[in-house]
């Protein structure tokens, strides 16, 4: 008896290691189509992940873990335990931030040096020129948030300019701050947002830590979640560190980094 599984990568390549590491199986012994061989767009826009169907035998398919079970239990008390990257105080690389962080706020003796107008001005500039050359009609927000350099962008494709899993956005971020601070002494982190894409983001990792949190407690033993990159697993880390009855820590190297929640002893 046999059954048909999707999986997806950046290329097919990638898909097909993806899905014989899933399954278990050599991949010159994987039967599979190539349902879509993906597309990169341009700075993230219109990309899209590469598809293939692999057919295998039931029998022969490892359990896999559900990430989005619900459950109807309180969520339990959960410990941090981090690796480096994710305890640093700050986000580990400024420029390449992809999800601002609000979960922890600073020491109140913390100060942030205020952002000059050169910076304020530059900034606007830059991401200005670079959206409009995108072909998108946007409102554009630039101001110190005191943390971070804030960068509203309001257009009427919102969805498009964020991209798939926030790819668009991202590589713009990332490509803002090296542009800026080429030319200008480094202030502060810059960060993109649009019509509260990040805040939702946060909002999605804390809920998925939340529920793995709970499935870890009752089943009394170690679950996995998705693979994140480096500012999700803080989020994650954060949100569970005050709760005694599970610790945290993160595995996997790559794009398949991930977070492990198991029950305290």
Same mark, same amino acid.
């Given at each position: 008896?046999? /059954? #048909?599984?999707? $999986?997806?990568?950046?290329?097919?390549? @990638?898909?097909?290691?993806?899905?014989? %590491? *899933?399954?278990?199986?050599?991949?010159?012994?994987?039967?599979?189509?190539?349902?879509?061989?993906?597309?990169?767009?341009?700075?993230?826009?219109?990309?899209?992940?590469?598809?293939?169907?692999?057919?295998?035998?039931?029998?022969?398919?490892? /359990? #896999?873990?559900? $990430?989005?079970?619900?459950?109807?239990? @309180?969520?339990?008390?959960?410990?941090? %335990? *981090?690796?480096?990257?994710?305890?640093?105080?700050?986000?580990?690389?400024?420029?390449?931030?992809?999800?601002?962080?609000?979960?922890?706020?600073?020491?109140?003796?913390?100060?942030?040096?205020?952002?000059?107008?050169?910076?304020?001005?530059?900034?606007?500039?830059?991401?200005?020129?670079?959206?409009?050359?995108?072909?998108?009609?946007?409102?554009?927000?630039?101001?110190?948030?005191?943390?971070?350099?804030?960068?509203?962008?309001?257009?009427?494709?919102?969805?498009?300019?964020?991209?798939?899993?926030?790819?668009?956005?991202?590589?713009?971020?990332?490509?803002?701050?090296?542009?800026?601070?080429?030319?200008?002494?480094?202030?502060?982190?810059?960060?993109?947002?649009?019509?509260?894409?990040?805040q939702r983001r946060v909002e999605a990792v804390q809920g998925i830590a939340h529920r793995m949190a709970r499935k870890a407690v009752r089943e009394r033993?170690?679950?996995?979640?998705?693979?994140?990159?480096?500012?999700?697993?803080?989020?994650?880390?954060?949100?569970?560190?005050?709760?005694?009855?599970?610790?945290?820590?993160?595995?996997?190297?790559?794009?398949?980094?991930?977070?492990?929640?198991a029950p305290s002893r």
């Open positions: 008896m046999t /059954e #048909t599984r999707e $999986f997806n990568a950046a290329t097919v390549e @990638e898909a097909i290691r993806k899905a014989s %590491k *899933t399954l278990g199986l050599p991949e010159e012994d994987l039967s599979y189509e190539v349902l879509d061989t993906g597309s990169a767009g341009f700075l993230g826009m219109g990309s899209r992940d590469a598809r293939i169907a692999v057919e295998t035998e039931i029998d022969r398919v490892p /359990e #896999t873990k559900d $990430f989005t079970e619900e459950v109807d239990q @309180e969520p339990e008390a959960v410990q941090e %335990k *981090t690796d480096p990257e994710e305890r640093d105080n700050g986000l580990v690389d400024p420029l390449s931030q992809q999800v601002q962080d609000e979960t922890a706020s600073p020491p109140a003796t913390e100060k942030h040096p205020e952002a000059t107008n050169e910076l304020l001005d530059a900034t606007r500039r830059f991401i200005s020129t670079t959206v409009e050359s995108m072909g998108f009609d946007a409102r554009i927000d630039v101001y110190d948030a005191g943390e971070f350099v804030a960068v509203d962008v309001t257009t009427n494709e919102p969805g498009l300019f964020i991209g798939q899993k926030g790819e668009t956005i991202d590589a713009l971020q990332y490509l803002l701050n090296i542009a800026i601070y080429k030319d200008l002494p480094y202030a502060k982190r810059i960060a993109i947002d649009s019509e509260g894409y990040r033993r170690l679950v996995e979640l998705p693979p994140m990159n480096t500012s999700e697993r803080r989020i994650v880390h954060l949100f569970l560190k005050d709760n005694p009855q599970v610790t945290t820590t993160s595995q996997g190297t790559g794009d398949n980094r991930r977070v492990t929640v």
